[in-house]
């Protein structure tokens, strides 16, 4: 893993988190009815681990989401962090 993840799993790490604890889970709780370890939740709000798209659908699932939503917040996420740009205006790009 590089030491600036991508900012889209960046986004997407925020977005499960969130949406995790308003649901009511546990990282572990969480891991329990997806059928996934609590390490590998952990790795996943961590940004240490990308996701499949069967996995993420099946989180979605299981916090009653639509897979669509949490990516759409996680594209917002990222586009709002590009809103920060230098003194130029320009966005920055690391």
Same mark, same amino acid.
């Given at each position: 893993?590089?030491?600036?993840?991508?900012?889209? $799993?960046?986004?997407?790490?925020?977005?499960?988190?969130?949406?995790?604890?308003?649901?009511?889970?546990?990282?572990?709780?969480?891991?329990?009815? *997806?059928?996934?370890?609590?390490?590998?939740?952990? $790795? $996943?709000?961590?940004?240490?681990?990308?996701?499949?798209?069967?996995?993420?659908?099946?989180?979605?699932? *299981?916090?009653?989401?639509?897979?669509?939503?949490?990516?759409?917040?996680a594209e917002a996420g990222v586009e709002d962090?590009? *809103? *920060?740009?230098?003194?130029?205006?320009?966005?920055?790009?690391?």
């Amino acid at each position: 893993m590089t030491d600036h993840p991508d900012p889209l $799993l960046t986004a997407f790490a925020a977005v499960l988190r969130r949406h995790r604890r308003a649901a009511g889970f546990t990282q572990e709780g969480l891991a329990h009815e *997806v059928g996934l370890s609590p390490r590998y939740i952990s $790795l $996943l709000e961590t940004c240490r681990h990308q996701p499949t798209l069967g996995t993420m659908a099946d989180i979605a699932d *299981v916090l009653g989401l639509p897979l669509a939503r949490m990516i759409a917040e996680a594209e917002a996420g990222v586009e709002d962090d590009q *809103v *920060v740009g230098d003194a130029s205006g320009q966005a920055a790009k690391d």
